[in-house]
């Protein structure tokens, strides 16, 4: 499948924000039969949907699919817009609930959310709040968003920082938050086998403002009540490590998240979750070697099948 002839993209008119217009977008594949169950894909920080290849793997393995690229990402990113920002992680709910109503409107059969990194962070939120919750079927999560990675002394001093200085100058920021070595890992031009568009997601990535560190940790923070009533799968990299530059262990590894975080939070989001741990994994699990993305499929629908 290809991103530019084999997807319909929908814009999902928003109500404005303090920036101003909003909107998000829904992709759908056009192998889409509208009587089989469906799955929608919620992309993670300084990303956007390009996986067609898991698409085909949804259609195999009898899945219509949907993405969303959320507000202030890819395709829904405005020129007046800050890239990737929010205040509020529950300012996604919105684009989340609409594109589930689209996803009603052509079936009625059951409907499955998949979520990484900031993605998983933002569906385990709605799958506690969001409007639509209780018409999701499944909740699958791919190495999500669920702590900042430093020790919590130090999550605590910035979280205290970031929200004093936010407010009293808003659009106070990092330009360099993030090493450039996972795109790079990943990018067909550099280490991997992708290609995605750089202007959406660059390789040095966005800057990252204070309002936003902010809006997150507390997203975090809320799922120490998480009461998650459909049933998980959290999937995460065998090992996590930070590399100061590109190397060959940075392509078999989580070098965005630390997965001890994942293991410890994850069991608690809600009364049946199962952790897979999928040997030498990215970040991005479907975007690993291919060995490795294809247990890690294999594994998610294994998992799913018992679920329907």
Known sequence: MKLDTDFVTTTIELAPDYEGEVVATLIASRLNTGSRKSVLYVHGYI????HPHMCEKFHEHGFDFYAVDLRKYGRSLLPHQKPNYCEDASEYYEEITASIKA????????????????GGLIASCYMNCGEKKNDIKAL???????????????????????KFVSV???????DKAISPVYAESIHKDYH?????????????????????????????RSLKKSHIKVPILLLHSSKSFEPKKYSPEAKQADI??????????????????????IDNGQHDLFLSAKEVRERAFEEM????????
């Open 47 to 50: 990303d956007y949907f390009f």
């Open 103 to 118: 996803i009603q409107s052509n079936s009625s059969d059951d409907i499955y959310l998949l979520g990484h990194s900031t």
């Open 140 to 162: 699958v999560l791919n190495s999500p968003f669920l702590d900042m990675r430093e020790p919590f002394i130090v999550t605590k001093m910035n979280y205290g920082l970031a």
């Open 168 to 174: 009293i100058k808003k659009d106070c920021k990092r």
């Open 192 to 220: 991997g086998e992708w290609d995605f568009n750089l202007a959406w997601k660059p390789i040095n990535g966005f800057p990252a403002y204070f309002k936003w560190f902010v809006a997150i940790v507390d997203a975090q």
């Open 256 to 277: 965005v998240l630390d997965i001890e975080d994942m293991k410890r939070i994850g069991p608690n989001l809600g009364n049946k979750v199962q952790l897979i741990s």
């Open 301 to 308: 629908f294994s998992w799913l099948k018992p679920q329907e």
